[in-house]
Structure formats: C-alpha cells, structure tokens
C-alpha cells in the first residue's frame, strides 16, 4: 500500500523527531555554552558520523558526563510524541483522557527515563487505574480536550 502525501509526511515528522532526539539527547538539559564547547562546527556537524565520536570525547574532556545510556538511544519526548500520534490515529483528533492513557501504556511498557518526578508519578497514577479527572493529566497541554 502506497502512503498518501499526508501520511508519508507524517511519518517523516515522526522520523525526523525520533532522529533529533537520539541525536540530541546527550545534551538535553545543556548549556547552549557548553554544546558550543563540545562541537565548535555547531549541533549539525553531529549528523556526520564521524564528528560524534569527537563530540563525546571533548565532552569527556569538558568533565561533561553524559551518561552511559543517552548517546544513541531516545527520550521521553520521543515516547511522549509517538504516545500522542497513537492516540491522534485512534481518535482521528485529540482527545485528552485518550492521549493520557496512551502515555501512561507507552511509560508503562518501560519509561526510556527522562520523566521527572512530576509526569513520572501521574503516570504511575494511571497505570494503577487512576482517572485522568484525579490525576489532573493534560490538563496544561490540551484544555478541553
């Protein structure tokens, strides 16, 4: 079956934010100094693979500990964003306790970390049964939905 031009785009959307924050991820909460520091050609020159061994090493040599799991692998705003578009697909449109529990199966599956204590213990919430009404979750990001 051929995607339509919506579809393939999505999926590129997806793709491309998936790729982002693999790349990305060992920096997240960084610096824009200290990015600069590590890769003085700029973030783009990462997306050459052979730059990014030398990124990792002058963070090294920085004291920059990026830890042994986020070079290479996504976040939770990967989970999150996929979460989501599940849940859009299913709904054919936002739906706010539809969109919760989409996060709270794709956490509950094996959160990749990142989730700081506040998400983190709404997802849990959710997980155990709890309902999006208690848990108050996406309340901020989709009001009404």
């Known amino acids: 079956m051929v995607a339509s031009f919506h579809e393939?785009?999505?999926?590129?959307?997806?793709?491309?934010?998936?790729?982002?924050?693999?790349?990305?991820?060992?920096?997240?909460?960084?610096?824009?100094?200290?990015v600069q520091q590590v890769m003085p050609?700029?973030?783009?020159?990462?997306?050459?693979?052979?730059?990014?061994?030398?990124?990792?090493?002058?963070?090294?040599?920085?004291?920059?500990?990026?830890?042994?799991s986020a070079v290479g692998e996504y976040t939770d705003d990967t989970e999150a964003t996929f979460s989501l578009a599940e849940s859009i697909a299913a709904c054919r449109g936002v739906h706010r306790r539809h969109a919760a529990l989409s996060m709270a199966r794709w956490w509950a599956r094996g959160a990749r970390g990142g989730y700081s204590g506040y998400p983190f213990a709404k997802m849990a919430a959710l997980a155990r049964g709890a309902s999006v009404d208690e848990t108050g979750a996406g309340t901020s990001a989709m009001p009404g939905g």
């Not at 590129?12 to 920096?27: E, N, Q, R, S, W």
């Not at 700029?42 to 990026?66: I, K, M, Q, T, Y």
């Open 41 to 68: 050609d700029g973030p783009w020159s990462v997306a050459d693979s052979r730059s990014f061994p030398n990124a990792v090493l002058a963070a090294v040599e920085l004291g920059v500990d990026l830890g042994p």
């Open 8 to 34: 393939a785009s999505f999926h590129g959307a997806l793709l491309g934010t998936l790729a982002g924050d693999v790349l990305g991820a060992p920096f997240e909460g960084e610096s824009m100094a200290m």
